[in-house]
């Protein structure tokens, strides 16, 4: 009796086990991937990027950038922001 109970639940746990399998495998509604033969030649559709010319900053931008840090603050009775953590 113990071994009949076993072997049920083997089978029940393998065949939950293919069901899952298989639907991960191919999931319903995607195409056929296309395979490319070797006479194909694949083109790009995208063209490639292009840098673009960056100017400098001005202002305060050129100032945080130029000494590396910026300082935020903020008021501690904010509500949001009141709590130290």
Not at 1 to 15: A, D, E, P, Q, S
Not at 25 to 32: I, N
């Amino acid at each position: 009796m113990k071994r009949k109970f076993i072997f049920l639940n083997l089978l029940v746990v393998g065949m939950l086990a293919l069901t899952a399998l298989m639907a991960l495998a191919s999931p319903p509604g995607s195409p056929p991937a296309q395979q490319a033969t070797p006479t194909q030649r694949v083109v790009p559709t995208v063209p490639p990027p292009t840098r673009v010319p960056t100017r400098m900053p001005a202002g305060d931008l050129a100032r945080v950038r130029a000494a590396g840090t910026l300082v935020v603050g903020t008021s501690l009775d904010n509500p949001p922001f009141s709590g130290v953590s």
